[in-house]
């Protein structure tokens, strides 16, 4: 469960809203051609940054990995101190599967702004799919003090543990995200699923029942189930 890519909303200094940078209904494609136009008729290095990170984050959003890149690259080039840019390049490479790019992005944009717990939580999630899960644990560890009130790096450091064959700190660690977000059907699956990895399948089928009740579109939550036989 990773944060997603960030929408910057700079603003013209004067004359009418610039679609490159407003939150509109328009189409993608039409607020990408805004951004284009900044970028091809500005002389200004901070709007064109900007410019460039509001692209790559249309892109990104669109599937369009390699490209949202070079436009956070771009970005970066122009104000190497924005932490956003990084983060952002590094959630893109993150999706192309290039995780060590994106360790060492996320790292730089820690190292700018230490106090943002969704570059930790990201990072982490970049050590999990290289199978580095002490370090993704350590990385989820330091999102949740940043922020205690987020289910989000709760229920990565669950599935991490879970990884690590620690099943017992996975499931208090899907207590707690519980707690904070008791709607969200995707938490009670991997607590059942850590209930079944010890046993417990009472425990696995209630919350396997519960993800059905929240989510009937649960596959997950259904097959787990039938595998019970409950």
Do not use: W
């Not at 956003?84 to 590094?90: D, I, K, P, S, V």
């Not at 029942?209 to 595998?227: F, H, Q, T, V, W």
């Amino acid at each position: 469960m990773a944060a997603a890519p960030v929408v910057t909303l700079a603003q013209t200094a004067a004359g009418p809203p610039e679609p490159c940078f407003e939150e509109t209904e328009e189409a993608a494609a039409h607020r990408i051609a805004a951004c284009t136009r900044v970028i091809e008729t500005s002389k200004d290095n901070a709007m064109l940054a900007q410019a460039y990170l509001q692209r790559g984050v249309l892109r990104e959003l669109g599937g369009e990995s390699e490209t949202a890149v070079t436009d956070y690259s771009e970005a970066i080039k122009l104000a190497p101190a924005n932490a956003l840019a990084f983060f952002n390049r590094g959630n893109a490479y993150d999706q192309l599967g290039q995780f060590d790019l994106a360790i060492a992005d996320y790292a730089q944009a820690i190292k700018l702004d230490p106090k943002e717990p969704d570059y930790f939580n990201n990072r982490g999630q970049a050590y999990d799919h290289m199978g580095q899960h002490d370090q993704a644990i350590a990385d989820y560890t330091e999102a949740i003090r940043l922020d205690p009130s987020n289910a989000r790096p709760l229920y990565n450091r669950g599935l991490a543990q879970a990884n690590k064959g620690d099943y017992r700190r996975a499931i208090g660690d899907f207590d707690q995200a519980i707690k904070l977000a008791p709607d969200d059907a995707d938490l009670y699956v991997a607590r059942g699923a850590a209930h079944e990895e010890v046993g417990e399948a009472d425990a696995a089928k209630a919350d396997f029942g519960k993800a059905l009740e929240i989510d009937p579109d649960s596959e997950d939550a259904r097959e787990a189930l039938n595998r019970l036989g409950g």
